[in-house]
Protein backbone atom coordinates (compact mmCIF):
# COMPACT_ATOMS: atom_id res chain seq x y z
CA UNK A 1 0.00 0.00 0.00
CA UNK A 2 2.62 2.12 0.88
CA UNK A 3 4.17 1.66 -2.78
CA UNK A 4 0.59 2.82 -3.80
CA UNK A 5 0.12 5.71 -2.02
CA UNK A 6 3.58 7.28 -3.52
CA UNK A 7 2.23 6.33 -6.63
CA UNK A 8 -0.82 8.55 -6.17
CA UNK A 9 1.47 11.38 -4.75
CA UNK A 10 2.97 11.52 -7.53
CA UNK A 11 -0.45 11.25 -10.01
CA UNK A 12 -1.54 13.96 -7.96
CA UNK A 13 1.39 16.16 -8.49
CA UNK A 14 1.26 15.36 -12.29
CA UNK A 15 -2.07 17.01 -12.12
CA UNK A 16 -0.68 20.20 -11.75
CA UNK A 17 0.49 20.36 -15.51
CA UNK A 18 -2.82 19.53 -16.69
CA UNK A 19 -4.11 21.71 -19.93
CA UNK A 20 -7.92 21.88 -19.57
CA UNK A 21 -8.75 25.45 -20.42
CA UNK A 22 -12.01 23.63 -22.08
CA UNK A 23 -13.30 21.63 -19.23
CA UNK A 24 -10.94 22.78 -16.34
CA UNK A 25 -10.98 19.43 -15.63
CA UNK A 26 -7.83 18.30 -14.52
CA UNK A 27 -6.61 14.83 -13.91
CA UNK A 28 -3.08 12.97 -13.38
CA UNK A 29 -1.85 9.98 -13.39
CA UNK A 30 1.28 7.49 -12.32
CA UNK A 31 2.26 3.94 -14.11
CA UNK A 32 4.02 1.94 -12.29
CA UNK A 33 6.36 -0.82 -14.31
CA UNK A 34 7.39 -3.91 -14.18
CA UNK A 35 11.15 -2.43 -13.57
CA UNK A 36 10.21 -0.14 -10.94
CA UNK A 37 10.34 2.67 -12.62
CA UNK A 38 7.44 5.22 -12.36
CA UNK A 39 6.32 7.53 -15.52
CA UNK A 40 3.93 10.17 -14.60
CA UNK A 41 1.04 12.02 -16.97
CA UNK A 42 -1.85 14.66 -17.24
CA UNK A 43 -4.69 15.27 -19.62
CA UNK A 44 -3.97 17.87 -22.48
CA UNK A 45 -7.40 19.14 -24.19
CA UNK A 46 -7.10 20.80 -27.67
CA UNK A 47 -9.37 22.88 -29.45
CA UNK A 48 -10.54 20.02 -31.37
CA UNK A 49 -11.74 18.30 -28.84
CA UNK A 50 -11.00 14.52 -30.36
CA UNK A 51 -7.05 15.24 -30.53
CA UNK A 52 -7.73 15.74 -26.49
CA UNK A 53 -5.01 12.74 -24.72
CA UNK A 54 -5.90 11.49 -21.38
CA UNK A 55 -3.75 11.40 -18.61
CA UNK A 56 -3.55 7.66 -17.87
CA UNK A 57 -2.37 7.51 -21.65
CA UNK A 58 0.02 10.14 -21.44
CA UNK A 59 1.97 8.11 -18.43
CA UNK A 60 1.83 5.22 -20.59
CA UNK A 61 3.00 6.38 -23.68
CA UNK A 62 5.51 8.21 -21.84
CA UNK A 63 6.69 4.50 -19.96
CA UNK A 64 6.42 2.45 -23.31
CA UNK A 65 8.22 5.33 -25.14
CA UNK A 66 11.03 4.78 -23.00
CA UNK A 67 10.97 1.14 -23.69
CA UNK A 68 8.67 -0.07 -20.39
CA UNK A 69 6.29 -2.02 -22.04
CA UNK A 70 5.07 -4.15 -19.10
CA UNK A 71 2.89 -2.58 -16.01
CA UNK A 72 2.03 -3.08 -12.82
CA UNK A 73 0.07 -0.32 -11.44
CA UNK A 74 -1.68 2.74 -12.37
CA UNK A 75 -2.77 5.56 -10.49
CA UNK A 76 -5.30 8.26 -11.43
CA UNK A 77 -6.84 11.32 -9.64
CA UNK A 78 -9.00 14.53 -9.96
CA UNK A 79 -9.81 17.70 -9.63
CA UNK A 80 -13.06 16.29 -9.05
CA UNK A 81 -12.69 15.47 -5.43
CA UNK A 82 -14.48 12.49 -6.67
CA UNK A 83 -12.95 8.92 -7.64
CA UNK A 84 -12.16 9.22 -11.62
CA UNK A 85 -12.38 5.88 -12.89
CA UNK A 86 -10.68 5.51 -17.30
CA UNK A 87 -12.62 5.60 -19.90
CA UNK A 88 -13.09 3.21 -22.31
CA UNK A 89 -10.26 3.74 -24.47
CA UNK A 90 -7.64 4.11 -21.74
CA UNK A 91 -8.89 1.15 -20.06
CA UNK A 92 -8.51 -0.62 -23.53
CA UNK A 93 -4.83 0.97 -23.68
CA UNK A 94 -4.28 -0.10 -19.81
CA UNK A 95 -5.03 -3.90 -21.12
CA UNK A 96 -2.56 -3.58 -23.55
CA UNK A 97 0.87 -3.49 -21.21
CA UNK A 98 -0.88 -4.62 -17.88
CA UNK A 99 -1.88 -8.11 -17.93
CA UNK A 100 -2.70 -8.52 -14.27
CA UNK A 101 -2.37 -5.27 -12.10
CA UNK A 102 -3.96 -2.59 -9.89
CA UNK A 103 -5.71 0.56 -10.86
CA UNK A 104 -5.68 3.03 -7.80
CA UNK A 105 -7.72 6.13 -7.03
CA UNK A 106 -7.84 8.47 -4.34
CA UNK A 107 -10.78 10.70 -3.46
CA UNK A 108 -10.78 14.44 -1.70
CA UNK A 109 -11.51 12.48 1.32
CA UNK A 110 -8.59 10.51 1.05
CA UNK A 111 -9.85 7.47 0.32
CA UNK A 112 -8.07 5.05 -1.60
CA UNK A 113 -9.69 2.61 -3.78
CA UNK A 114 -7.72 -0.34 -5.38
CA UNK A 115 -9.16 -2.25 -8.15
CA UNK A 116 -7.92 -5.23 -10.16
CA UNK A 117 -7.96 -4.74 -14.19
CA UNK A 118 -9.82 -7.97 -14.30
CA UNK A 119 -12.60 -6.16 -12.19
CA UNK A 120 -12.42 -3.19 -14.22
CA UNK A 121 -11.94 -4.22 -17.84
CA UNK A 122 -12.83 -7.65 -17.82
CA UNK A 123 -13.01 -9.36 -21.38
CA UNK A 124 -10.66 -6.95 -22.68
CA UNK A 125 -9.65 -7.39 -26.48
CA UNK A 126 -5.87 -8.78 -26.64
CA UNK A 127 -4.13 -9.57 -29.82
CA UNK A 128 -5.18 -13.35 -29.05
CA UNK A 129 -8.20 -12.18 -30.41
CA UNK A 130 -6.41 -11.32 -33.57
CA UNK A 131 -4.95 -14.58 -34.58
CA UNK A 132 -7.17 -16.38 -36.43
CA UNK A 133 -6.23 -20.33 -37.86
ZN1 LIG B 1 -9.12 8.15 -21.05
Given at each position: ?13 AMA ?117
Amino acid sequence: MEQYKELLTQAKAAMAYAYTPYSNFNVGAAVLTKSGKVYTGCNIENAAYGATNCAERTALFKAVSEGEKEISAIAVVSSSGEFTYPCGICRQVISEFMKEGNLIFENNEGEIKVIPLSDIYPYSFTKENLISD
